[in-house]
């Protein structure tokens, strides 16, 4: 079993910054490929950012790409999420998820993720 914990949430205005953490506990963290997905009201879980189990490669959706950033510690068991120049339309609830093994789904389905922290909302202002 995988426990995943998101913190970092909150309110900020159009053009700030906001960094969200994730800790990842229950087995071998340095293996895992770790994600965050977001989900806006009345919308469906959208695919923001990827990380595989060696940091070595990332992957991001193209309305985040350039302004958010994914990485990893694996020696504290936490994957990071920098979002820069924010935007309404960022206002979501972020989840953060781990795939623990091999999938037909690619990295950046939602399919591909077995366990998912409980969400922090993110609001942006305009």
């Known amino acids: 079993q995988v426990q995943l914990v998101e913190s970092g949430g909150g309110l900020v205005q159009a053009g700030d910054s906001l960094r969200l953490s994730c800790a990842a506990s229950?087995?071998?963290?340095?293996?895992?490929?770790m994600a965050w997905f977001r989900q806006a009201p009345g919308k469906e879980r959208e695919f923001v950012a990827a990380?595989?189990?060696?940091?070595?490669?990332?992957y991001y959706a193209d309305s985040v790409k350039g302004r958010f950033t994914i990485s990893r510690n694996n020696a504290k068991n936490t994957v990071d999420l920098q979002m820069n120049s924010l935007k309404p339309e960022d206002t979501a609830v972020y989840y953060c998820a781990a795939a623990t093994s091999g999938s037909k789904y690619t990295i950046v389905s939602l399919q591909r993720y077995e366990y998912w922290g409980q969400g922090t909302q993110v609001t942006v202002s305009s």
């Open positions: 229950g087995r071998t963290f340095s293996r895992f490929a």
């Open positions: 990380i595989v189990w060696s940091g070595g490669n990332t």
